[in-house]
């Protein structure tokens, strides 16, 4: 008889090669919820979103939120997109974000990119880490209309006040030196910035291509694999700009679906890695298995 449930073990990294370049995903943590509804379909019925988490076997209204931020090896830059809560972590469950990197055979000073897709506390708060940076020798890329948006501060959502404090601390003194981006422009070869706007003012995907591999790293178009997949007109209770990220999550959807492409999202279940098809009018989420290992 086991008298207390044992600890979980999972795993926490992940890493394969897309052609020449080589893509880690990190397992910065988790946390756990109970409002599946209404936050993944706040104009959706309760019985609504009950019904897909039915369908795609998982329970109702508790849910598993995961931050999975990715890094890209282009061999000649690494690039690391969103990484994380780091040592500001308020969950926790996470902030494992620069222990699990030297998991996977990386030195915070290797950093040479660092990608922010938009400006929300769990894609921004490890730029710094205690006084310092954490990544010393990266450059640092927003996107433009997305640092604009938090600079000016204006028709900041009733629930993003904390969000415009930690960008006026951790983004704002970095603006002198970083780099901005609008979507179509390439970060390096190969890697280039998509129009993702609403899940917040100037959010971004990201194409990756390395010869005729590609793969979208959607970031947060997505919220939930199975909710939000299924249903992209419901609204998502963390969009800053629910329907401009509704027609921003059609689009990427079609295109990661019909490009037959690979995507990542940040908050996928771990590994976080699979494709989308369209299915009954909507789409589905594959989870990745083993296409990349071959
Ligand atoms: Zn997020």
Sequence with gaps: MVANKPSMTRPTVYQFNHGDFVVTNILEGFLLRDDLHPVTGTNASAAEVEAVAEANRIPFPNFEHQFVPTLVDTGEKLIAFDPGFGDKSPQPNAGHYNARLADAGYDREDVDIVVITHCHPDHIANLTHGDGLTFPNAEIVFGEAEFDYWKKGENIPAHRPPTLEMFRKICEPLGEQARFVKPGDEIVSGVTAVEAFGHSAGHM????????????????????????????EWKFGMDDDPDTAIVSRQRVLAQVADGKMAAIGFHMPFPSVGYIDRHDGSY???PHSYQYNL
């Excluded at 591999?213 to 249903?231: G, K, P, Q, R, Y």
């Design 205 to 232: 995907a990201y194409h990756v291509q390395s010869g005729s591999n590609e793969l979208m790293i959607m970031s947060d178009t997505v919220a939930h694999f199975a909710v939000s997949i299924a249903h992209p």
């Design 284 to 286: 589905v989420w594959v």
